[in-house]
């Protein structure tokens, strides 16, 4: 399994934006200082703007702050905002698509079961623990 580059960037957002607590950030900061493109910062930036995790200072003077402290940002509720599709087989979305299902397939429900291992994993983890 791999992450989604939108994990990857809310995830290095989050760290400079509480490595930088004491200032407002802009989005064309994060990019530049982060190695991806305006666009996509954006859009994480947007996705994270609608949680309590990223606070949006409009108008002049504005900028970006984290919106809590590093302890209260759990790893896990990010991964969960940040991937759109956790779904590592295609029989997670369409109980149709596979014809094995029907004759008692044990492999959804062993993948079902790691990938929310995996999230229990990240869930152990906060933002402050990777500062």
């Known amino acids: 399994m791999q992450?989604?580059?939108?994990?990857d960037y809310s995830f290095r957002a989050l760290i400079y934006l509480a490595q930088h607590r004491d200032q407002l950030c802009t989005v064309e900061e994060l990019s530049m200082n982060l190695n991806?493109?305006?666009?996509h910062m954006k859009k994480v930036?947007?996705?994270l703007g609608k949680?309590?995790?990223?606070?949006?200072?409009?108008?002049?003077?504005g900028g970006l702050r984290l919106g809590c402290e590093p302890?209260?940002?759990n790893l896990g509720e990010i991964l969960k905002i940040?991937?759109?599709n956790l779904n590592i087989l295609?029989?997670?979305n369409k109980s149709a698509g596979c014809p094995l299902l029907s004759s008692g397939c044990k492999l959804k429900s062993i993948t079902s079961d790691a990938l929310q291992k995996?999230?229990?994993e990240f869930s152990n983890y906060t933002l402050e623990d990777l500062l």
Do not use: A
């Open 118 to 120: 995996f999230i229990e």
């Open 82 to 84: 940040t991937e759109d």
């Open 45 to 47: 930036i947007h996705k």
């Open 51 to 61: 949680t309590p995790y990223v606070t949006s200072i409009k108008g002049r003077g």
């Open 71 to 73: 302890q209260e940002i």
């Open 90 to 92: 295609e029989c997670f």
């Open 36 to 39: 991806t493109s305006e666009q």
């Open 3 to 7: 992450l989604s580059k939108f994990s």
